[in-house]
């Protein structure tokens, strides 16, 4: 199945055909007229420099007016053989498909809302016939089933019309026209982007660039840069505003060659003010008893830090180089 953006915006459709894959690009006057185009001819040329196919509107109310405006459009740069020249159906559109076609040009005749207006397309040789799958539903039709009509009317009558499933509202109508068989389908940019999301895909990504994460980084590399530490001479205010500037919950407490001893943390400071009030915050760090902290070398990867966490049931490993401190591993950093 063919894949088309349809779309006027300029920045998405360059966005979008980074993907090199498309098949082209379909766009309308209404777009146009949306996205505030004022130079309707050098939007067309510029698109057409970008798309490998471009399909463009060939408006008139006669088959010679349309015919005319299909060959202006060549004489102003179009290439032929990459440009599909839209035509609403009619009787005067599939008169003027049918002698645009004569001459090699590509035709898509479109707002197909019914099997007979399709049938005529098919029948004037049109490259394309296009439902309006969206619009259809919108106004309560089996749009679905229009389309898988006009699909077997191809096949059963060997039509060399490729039947294109337009108006594309969500990524569910990109499902039915694949199961249905449409030959193209153009689809806008905001539809086409969550063609390849899934929450249980995002998962089961997120999980394997954690498990990559833990297996391959080492500790020192996801340190931060804050090394937040405190001497028995700080005083617990001191140590607070150094945690807090730190931006962790807790400050490694250090001897004078640098060396933990501890971890003052703010369940400490709860603890502490729980038990002295007031006084307890005009202690100072060396009048507190410590255990002994829960340290980790920087060279380890992370992978032996989650198991150090685990074991220890601990939110934070202090960090160290050669015996000193170097940071604080927070357990977030392992996401």
């Not at 990559?212 to 001191?238: F, Q, W």
């Amino acid at each position: 199945m063919e894949l088309y953006l349809d779309s006027a915006n300029l920045e998405e459709i360059k966005e979008a055909f980074q993907l090199e894959f498309l098949t082209g690009l379909t766009t309308t006057p209404t777009f146009m007229h949306r996205d505030g185009v004022a130079d309707v001819d050098a939007l067309i040329l510029e698109l057409a420099k970008i798309v490998p196919i471009l399909q463009v509107e060939a408006l008139g109310t006669k088959k010679d007016e349309i015919v005319k405006e299909a060959y202006r459009q060549v004489d102003m740069g179009l290439d032929p053989k990459k440009s599909v020249f839209k035509i609403p159906v009619s009787m005067e559109g599939v008169k003027a498909c049918y002698e645009l076609r004569k001459n090699d040009l590509l035709v898509n005749v479109h707002l197909i809302y019914t099997l007979q207006q399709a049938y005529m397309a098919m029948e004037a040789g049109a490259t394309y016939a296009c439902p309006l799958v969206g619009r259809l539903q919108d106004q309560g039709h089996d749009a679905l089933d229009l389309v898988a009509q006009c699909v077997d009317t191809v096949d059963a009558y060997g039509y060399d019309t490729k039947i294109m499933f337009s108006s594309v509202r969500y990524p569910e109508h990109v499902r039915n026209a694949l199961n249905i068989g449409v030959h193209t389908c153009t689809v806008p940019w905001k539809v086409m982007k969550q063609l390849t999301e899934n929450n249980f895909t995002t998962l089961g990504t997120n999980q394997f660039f954690e498990h990559t994460k833990l297996m391959t980084v080492k500790i020192r590399d996801v340190v931060g840069k804050t090394n937040p530490t405190a001497t028995g001479a700080d005083s617990i205010t001191e140590a607070l505003v150094k945690m807090t500037h730190g931006g962790y919950g807790c400050i490694t407490v250090i001897d004078n060659d640098g060396k933990p001893i501890g971890a003052f943390t703010d369940g400490d400071l709860r603890r502490l003010i729980e038990k002295e009030g007031h006084a307890g915050i005009d202690k100072k760090i060396g009048d507190l008893s410590f255990n002994p902290p829960v340290t980790i070398d920087g060279e380890k990867l992370l992978n032996e830090a989650s198991e150090v966490f685990h074991q220890k049931q601990v939110d934070n490993l202090i960090v160290t180089l050669d015996g000193k401190v170097v940071g604080i591993l927070d357990i977030q950093d392992l996401n």
